[in-house]
């Protein structure tokens, strides 16, 4: 069955930086866009970034645009979203998406804090 497993979240000070991963399995991974969105406490999910297949094209929300950085590993099949330059109001749960014959998949979700 499809699975997405989120793993690299905690506590950072604002500045500093985080790697997420998100190791994906079930599916034909390098075949399909790869996502990352995020929801903080009283807010609406959002997307964050994605990637595409073929040539790794990325599209970013406004808000992370230039901190953060989407990559894929299609021998790995994980997807990865560094992060720098973090601020508090990137404190969210961050989860990891695929749609697959028009089915959403989400990962468990990781939690960033950022806070000194």
């Known amino acids: 069955q499809v699975q997405l497993v989120e793993s690299g979240g905690g506590l950072v000070e604002p500045g500093g930086s985080l790697t997420l991963s998100c190791a994906a399995s079930?599916?034909?991974?390098?075949?399909?866009?790869m996502s990352w969105y995020r929801q903080a406490p009283g807010k609406e999910r959002e997307l964050v970034a994605r990637?595409?297949?073929?040539?790794?094209?990325?599209n970013y929300a406004g808000s992370v645009k230039g901190r953060f950085t989407i990559s894929r590993d299609n021998a790995k099949n994980t997807v990865a979203l560094q992060m720098n330059s973090l601020k508090p109001e990137d404190t969210a749960v961050y989860y990891c998406?695929?749609?697959?014959?028009?089915?959403?998949?989400w990962g468990q979700g990781t939690q960033v804090t950022v806070s000194s």
């Open positions: 998406y695929v749609m697959l014959l028009m089915k959403p998949y």
């Open positions: 079930g599916f034909a991974f390098s075949s399909v866009p």
């Open positions: 990637i595409r297949t073929i040539g790794g094209g990325t």
